[in-house]
């Protein structure tokens, strides 16, 4: 009895984590509520130059790449300037990373945004 019960309990954990972070928009690095070149300008300057992060590294990651990094900074600005592609969601309006795989969370919400954590994020099922 004692083996199934933590069998089940490791199965849950490896398809469902509790995040911890709160609501955004991804891309707004800045956290002011909208989308604008401000936003990678504050992101290369965390990452370059050592700048005090906002504290929501999900939003950073404009690509869903689960890393903020400088190809995040590119995305947008293509995306702001050139006709790129939408960043996945949440964009455009507050909400979750329903793709929430990786360890980047938020602390601290967009502006106009739900600081309540989002609750369980489940892995999306292999199509």
Do not use: W
């Amino acid at each position: 009895m004692k083996f199934k019960l933590v069998l089940v309990l490791v199965v849950s954990l490896l398809y469902a984590r509790q995040a911890c972070g709160a609501q955004f928009i991804r891309g707004d690095s800045n956290l002011d509520g909208q989308v604008d070149i401000s936003d990678p300008v504050t992101l290369l300057g965390i990452l370059f130059l050592g700048n005090d992060d906002p504290g929501c590294a999900d939003a950073h990651d404009g690509n869903d790449s689960g890393e903020a990094d400088i190809s995040d900074a590119i995305y947008m600005l293509s995306y702001l300037f050139s006709g790129g592609r939408v960043p996945p969601a949440p964009f455009g309006e507050c909400g979750c990373d329903e793709t929430d795989t990786d360890t980047l969370d938020c602390l601290v919400a967009s502006e106009g945004c739900s600081p309540e954590p989002c609750g369980a994020v489940k892995e999306p099922p292999c199509i």
